[in-house]
């Protein structure tokens, strides 16, 4: 299965979209598109996923 920054960065190849044209609907920076991994805050992932319009889930279920 693919990490969240793998699928992140599948959707932002899947639409077009740069770095920058995300950075600037998120409010982050370029360069923290660029350098995706998988220890990404849960803040962040919120505000990547939130500017993509897609939802993760983390974890098997609620509480």
């Given at each position: 299965?693919?990490?969240?920054?793998?699928?992140?960065?599948?959707?932002?190849?899947?639409?077009?979209?740069?770095?920058?044209?995300v950075?600037?609907?998120?409010?982050?920076?370029?360069?923290?598109?660029?350098?995706?991994?998988?220890?990404?805050?849960?803040?962040?992932?919120?505000?990547?996923?939130?500017?993509?319009?897609?939802?993760?889930?983390?974890?098997?279920?609620?509480?």
């Open positions: 299965m693919a990490s969240v920054a793998e699928q992140l960065k599948q959707v932002m190849d899947n639409r077009n979209l740069t770095p920058e044209q950075a600037e609907k998120s409010g982050l920076s370029a360069d923290v598109l660029r350098n995706l991994d998988g220890h990404m805050d849960v803040a962040v992932l919120e505000r990547i996923s939130a500017s993509l319009n897609v939802t993760f889930r983390i974890g098997s279920s609620s509480i």
